[in-house]
T-cell receptor
Framework: AQSVTQPDIHITVSEGASLELRCNYSYGATPYLFWYVQSPGQGLQLLLKYFSGDTLVQGIKGFEAEFKRSQSSFNLRKPSVHWSDAAEYFCAARNTGTASKLTFGTGTRLQVTL | GAVVSQHPSWVICKSGTSVKIECRSLDFQATTMFWYRQFPKQSLMLMATSNEGSKATYEQGVEKDKFLINHASLTLSTLTVTSAHPEDSSFYIC????????????FGEGSRLTVL
């Protein structure tokens, strides 16, 4: 079955430190890949997406992600975390096709200490 | 562009009543919309896929008679929670696939339902 795995439920980093959130997918073919952020009580905001091409993808708020086919991974990174980055982060994937559903990972809660 | 609006953003109702949530694509047409449910501190779980002019496809374990989905036009899908109970309290989020676009889905702001 198709799935998205986020191994880390909760991560705490100090403000200014670097961040890497892990995401692995299990699909027959390389799916479209996404990272979303959700603040408490809010909807989702798209950080970045990967469809094809350059495996290093730049997103908003200084985030980037690297697609590694050999590892079936799409890890999210940020070189210097700000306190406002504290939120829930979801990795998601979907196959091509209009009716193809988007499958979410379980999420990683990021806490930022000052 | 590609804005999806949900209404209401929050609703409180009594147990046994029905609640309708609307999902509108404001500036594009969507042949397919998806409804998700999110319980506190959990991920988003797909409830159903809604196609314009046809019956929705429900995920395993989702009661189609309880969660009625209607996709009457290319810009509107509705989710009706019938005979709501406290266990239906959740955050419901819709997303839409723009006609001609098979990549990114566009999400509404979500609707928080609290059943007393």
């Amino acid at each position: 079955a198709q799935s998205v795995t986020q191994p880390d439920i909760h991560i705490t980093v100090s403000e200014g430190a670097s961040l890497e959130l892990r995401c692995n997918y299990s699909y027959g073919a390389t799916p479209y890949l996404f990272w979303y952020v959700q603040s408490p009580g809010q909807g989702l905001q798209l950080l970045l997406k990967y469809f094809s091409g350059d495996t290093l993808v730049q997103g908003i708020k200084g985030f980037e992600a690297e697609f590694k086919r050999s590892q079936s991974s799409f890890n999210l990174r940020k070189p210097s975390v700000h306190w406002s980055d504290a939120a829930e982060y979801f990795c998601a994937a979907r196959n091509t096709g209009t009716a193809s559903k988007l499958t979410f990972g379980t999420g990683t809660r990021l806490q930022v200490t000052l | 562009g590609a804005v999806v609006s949900q209404h209401p953003s929050w609703v409180i109702c009594k147990s046994g009543t029905s609640v309708k949530i609307e999902c509108r694509s404001l500036d594009f047409q969507a042949t397919t919309m998806f409804w998700y449910r999110q319980f506190p501190k959990q991920s988003l779980m797909l409830m159903a896929t809604s196609n314009e002019g046809s019956k929705a496809t429900y995920e395993q374990g989702v009661e189609k008679d309880k969660f009625l989905i209607n996709h009457a036009s290319l810009t509107l899908s509705t989710l009706t929670v019938t005979s709501a109970h406290p266990e239906d309290s959740s955050f419901y989020i819709c997303s839409a696939n723009r006609v001609g676009n098979t990549g990114e889905l566009f999400f509404g702001e979500g609707s928080r339902l609290t059943v007393l």
